[in-house]
């Protein structure tokens, strides 16, 4: 069982275009993220939602929206797509509350490639 | 705010042979210490972490780690690499503040690229 899953493996628009890309994780876990990695392979925060509400939105355009319809499932709908927003989308989640543990379990990613 | 900082873009080693990839952190707070592998096309695994308690810390394929407050370093070793460590290696912080409801962003540092040979 995949404990954290990212839909599509690959997508490639042009610009201009919108897309969504899905992420959902099966560990029960009450806070989720997206993260972006560079063609450089530098990886950086975008947003975070614990149970469901933003609670971390690192100057991101607003052409990013994340919807988290559950505490499941953290979407990421990208408006107006740039040549810039070419990129691998990680999602991940962590349990914050009541563990200690601290730890990010990772997506497989999403490379998204804008032409 | 914090950043990390990671000087080795790329370590190449012979396999078999002994490994250390280098971590340093700058914070104002008091910080957590991950190290994560990313394996070509994969998302990213923990290796091992620092919350508290014993600085020399044991994570999964026979890495470890050991933090040093004094030096703000957090570096990795591993004594005899194989050829299947060959990935891409990530350092991280986070702060150990949860911000009201929950949730810690990871800092990562720009990665070091290991590639073992034969």
């Known amino acids: 069982d995949t404990a954290v899953s990212q839909t599509p493996k690959y997508l490639v628009t042009q610009m201009g275009n919108d897309k969504s890309i899905k992420c959902e994780q099966n560990?029960?876990?009450?806070?989720m993220y997206w993260y972006k990695q560079d063609s450089k392979k530098f990886l950086k925060i975008m947003f975070s939602?614990?149970?469901?509400?933003?609670?971390i939105n690192e100057t991101v355009p607003n052409r990013f929206s994340p919807k988290s319809p559950d505490k499941a499932h953290l979407n990421l709908h990208i408006n107006s797509l740039e040549l810039g927003d070419s990129a691998v989308y990680f999602c991940?989640?962590?349990?914050?509350?009541?563990?200690?543990?601290?730890?990010?379990?990772f997506g497989p990613g999403t490379r998204l490639t804008v032409t | 705010a914090q950043s990390v900082t990671q000087l080795d873009s790329q370590v190449p080693v012979f396999e078999e042979a002994p490994v250390e990839l280098r971590c340093n952190y700058s914070?104002?707070?008091?910080?957590?210490l991950f190290w994560y592998v990313q394996y070509p096309n994969q998302g990213l695994q923990l290796l091992l972490k620092?919350?508290?308690?014993?600085?020399l810390v044991k994570g999964i394929n026979g890495f470890e780690a050991e933090f040093n407050k004094s030096q703000t370093s957090f570096h990795l070793r591993k004594p005899s690499v194989h050829i299947s460590d060959t990935a891409e290696y990530f350092c991280?912080?986070?702060?150990?503040?949860?911000?009201?409801?929950?949730?810690?962003?990871?800092?990562f540092g720009t990665g070091t690229q290991l590639k073992v040979e034969l």
């Open positions: 991940a989640s962590s349990q914050v509350v009541g563990t200690g543990n601290h730890e990010q379990y």
């Open positions: 560990l029960g876990h009450d806070t």
């Open positions: 939602y614990n149970n469901k509400e933003l609670i």
């Open positions: 914070s104002s707070v008091s910080v957590y």
């Open positions: 620092y919350l508290s308690g014993s600085t």
């Open positions: 991280a912080v986070s702060d150990r503040s949860l911000r009201a409801g929950g949730g810690n962003k990871l800092t």
